[in-house]
């Protein structure tokens, strides 16, 4: 039997060293809704049959530099509004041509926040 991995639904899985925390950012400040998994971490339903797995793993946690997962957005200005009046931190950054503006968007296509674990998540204008 060959397997295609095309035809089957891929998504995040991402390492938290303490649910509750994690729980109070995906939840509390993304606006999530979670089921509980078997692992003790939580499944969150996003669009289009896209989901988000966080699970307790806290030898393994810790920013990689890398941005772990990333939403597409019809208004990314009006996004980070939201969820900056939310409570949510957008990076800022300014090396060389990589500036992003004072919300923290870089040339109108994509902000980057960081979860409780140092997650590097970002939202995308579609």
């Given at each position: 039997?060959?397997?295609?991995?095309?035809?089957?639904?891929?998504?995040?899985?991402?390492?938290?060293?303490?649910?509750?925390?994690?729980?109070?950012?995906?939840?509390?400040?993304?606006?999530?809704?979670?089921?509980?998994?078997?692992?003790?971490?939580?499944d969150?339903?996003?669009?289009?049959?896209?989901?988000?797995?966080v699970?307790?793993?806290?030898?393994?946690?810790?920013?990689?530099?890398a941005?772990?997962?990333?939403?597409?957005?019809?208004?990314?200005?009006?996004?980070?509004?939201?969820l900056?009046?939310r409570?949510?931190?957008?990076?800022?950054?300014?090396?060389?041509?990589?500036k992003?503006?004072?919300?923290?968007?870089?040339?109108?296509?994509?902000?980057?926040?960081?979860?409780?674990?140092?997650?590097?998540?970002?939202?995308?204008?579609?």
């Amino acid at each position: 039997m060959t397997v295609n991995l095309a035809d089957f639904p891929v998504g995040p899985a991402i390492a938290v060293s303490d649910m509750e925390r994690a729980r109070g950012f995906y939840e509390g400040k993304l606006g999530l809704t979670g089921a509980e998994s078997p692992d003790g971490g939580r499944d969150y339903q996003c669009g289009e049959g896209t989901s988000i797995h966080v699970f307790p793993s806290p030898a393994f946690t810790g920013p990689t530099g890398a941005t772990l997962l990333g939403w597409g957005v019809d208004d990314l200005a009006a996004a980070v509004d939201d969820l900056t009046s939310r409570g949510v931190a957008f990076e800022r950054y300014d090396e060389g041509d990589f500036k992003t503006d004072e919300k923290g968007i870089l040339d109108g296509a994509v902000a980057w926040m960081k979860d409780p674990d140092g997650n590097l998540i970002s939202l995308n204008q579609r």
